[in-house]
């Protein structure tokens, strides 16, 4: 058997016959060589495994493992049981690395042992073009103790996309793996737990990945995530030993609640406006502290009082126009 490699690259894959091409060639630019290339074709009806059996059979350091379809969660555990590299990079299978991303995540860990979580600035992509980077240079950046940030990320969003991380492989031996019986937030659960056991981020301004952002159904895909950041808040709300995260497990949970039943009202501003009103104020009963959802019930539920339905109106027009941001 070869030397172990430092770097065990893990990429599940669904049906990627169109894209993993691309994804693994930016693997192969890489300026860092010493890696291992994981890539669990889970099920897969197309051509992906075939894509993958080429770079495998031309390049050493790719390997295919093939199995029934499951989901993300356990092909990336099948992926890491067979990884043996002393850390674990994150990739799926629609996003590019750029050359400089594994070298400069080593250098992370190298400039500071204490990191366990260290992570890159990254572009939302549309296949075509790079727009401005994920995070401005007038943004504040996230590193150290991020646990609190973590823990609240369902505000703001989490700090780097799965094909910006890269973790100590160790990890897992005390945390677990990725949760099977999540759809979706997998990767959120996974951080929340190494919250639990102590987080040290590190990161870089560089934007190293391009994260492909794929068009489709907003709504449904929201209803989904927030449902699923529900899930994944209550789960670790009932597991945390840490008194310092509790309170803000409450607060994050409350907000995820608010924007469940938000969502719940995007489903229906068009098909039974009738309805909004109620699932608005439950929204605003939820996290009281937006009172800008409390004023939106108002002017909805009492239109006669506040300028007729020429106001319903009007701010029916406002929340479709806020519900399409999402």
Not at 171 to 181: N, R, S
Not at 201 to 229: C, D, F, H, I
Request: net charge positive; glycine share 4%.
């Amino acid at each position: 058997m070869s030397p172990a490699p430092l770097v065990s690259v893990v990429i599940p894959a669904f049906n990627s016959a169109g894209v993993i091409e691309q994804t693994l060639q930016s693997v192969q630019a890489q300026t860092f060589k010493n890696f291992e290339v994981i890539v669990v074709d889970d099920g897969s009806t197309d051509s992906t495994a075939a894509t993958v059996q080429r770079f495998c059979s031309v390049d050493l350091r790719f390997i295919l493992i093939t199995q029934p379809h499951s989901d993300v969660s356990v092909a990336r555990n099948t992926a890491i049981a067979h990884a043996r590299g002393e850390f674990i990079a994150f990739l799926d299978a629609d996003d590019i690395w750029l050359p400089e991303k594994l070298a400069r995540q080593i250098e992370l860990f190298r400039e500071d042992p204490r990191a366990n979580f260290t992570f890159t600035n990254f572009y939302m992509w549309n296949g075509h073009c790079d727009p401005s980077p994920w995070y401005r240079d007038n943004q504040p950046f996230p590193e150290g103790d991020m646990s609190h940030e973590i823990v609240f990320s369902v505000s703001h969003g989490c700090a780097a996309s799965m094909s910006t991380a890269m973790v100590r492989r160790e990890i897992f031996h005390t945390i677990g793996l990725f949760d099977p019986e999540l759809m979706m937030g997998e990767d959120w659960d996974l951080w929340l737990r190494l919250a639990e056991r102590g987080l040290c981020v590190r990161g870089t301004r560089e934007p190293l990945v391009r994260y492909r952002r794929w068009s489709g159904s907003k709504s449904n895909q929201k209803l989904k995530m927030v449902e699923a950041n529900v899930r994944v808040l209550e789960k670790n709300f009932r597991t945390t030993r840490r008194p310092g995260l509790r309170p803000l497990y409450k607060r994050s949970l409350a907000l995820a609640r608010l924007k469940l039943e938000l969502a719940r009202a995007r489903q229906l501003i068009e098909t039974r406006p009738d309805a909004v009103p109620a699932a608005i104020w439950r929204a605003w009963r939820l996290y009281p502290r937006q009172l800008k959802w409390l004023m939106r019930f108002v002017l909805l539920s009492w239109p006669k009082i506040l300028g007729g339905r020429m106001t319903e109106r009007i701010v029916h027009r406002k929340l479709i126009q806020k519900f399409q941001k999402w």
